[in-house]
């Protein structure tokens, strides 16, 4: 109920000022997003970190299910913050976030010390892959007010795959600059941080689903763990999502256009598919700019090997 209140709160405070100029109004509107995320933030037992992307959607519903498995609570409603928990207080109150409007909120630019004292996971996938599928949310799936708010091109706008991916405000170089961040954020973060990658979940799904719940406390049989793999599993979650199966949460999980394959949230899964899109020339100036510029930590300085779907 505090964020229906929090939602309708901004849209009317924005209405009222619509004299403003567009930036100003962005500006507000960046800034009260970030304070109900610092809300969440104080409150949350851990926190979710990713690029928008990145397998959030797909980790969030084995997460959901694992919790709902283990505390025998329905499997139509995503984990939503505290929305499980309020069902189950044993289920943690979970704090998703791409950290894009936190920053605005405490004036801060490239600092990461606000998540000190929270256990923090970071889900990462290769960058170039991440590009291409955000160019398909912001072309099919993006409201037009959020690309304004996140300096995405405006709706409507001409824009290919190619300038969308090497664009500095929404493409491979602003996704490495938010990687090479948290890579600095490390030695002040310790052991409060884990690290996971969409590809390692490609393969092993069970496994890193584990590592997780190791880390945030939260440990579950293996039995739990691999109805929660199968449950979100690629072909299951098109299915869910064609059937808008998760109540209470918006377009997260539903397709744009049925009748058209790039507008659904669970799109292709494909580990190195940024290749499908460009020539050899641009696929090595893509490659370059991930090698030369990103933290090697996160081990997508090479080419990825693979280019097919894992299911």
Known sequence: MHEIRAVVTRHILLSLLFFLPRQRRIALERRWRGKEEYRKLQLADWVLISWGKSGRTWFRVMLSRFYQIKYHLPANRLLEFDNLHNRQPEVPKVFFSHNNYLKDYLNVNDELSHFRGKKVVLLVRDPRDVAVSQFFQWKYRMRPNKKLLNKYPAHGAATDIWEFVTDPDCGVPRIVEFFNGWARA?????????IIRYEDMRRDPAGVMRQVLTF????GSDEEIGKAVEFAAYENMKKLEAKSQFKGSGAR????DKSNPNSFKVRRAKVGGYRDYFEPDRQAHIDQLVSANLDPMFGYNQAQCEDRQIS
């Not at 945030?216 to 440990?219: A, I, K, L, Y």
């Not at 999980?253 to 744009?256: F, I, K, L």
Request: charged share 20%; aromatic share 0%.
């Open 253 to 256: 999980v539903r397709p744009g």
């Open 186 to 194: 490390l030695p002040e973060l310790g052991d409060q941080l884990l």
């Open 216 to 219: 945030v406390g939260t440990p």
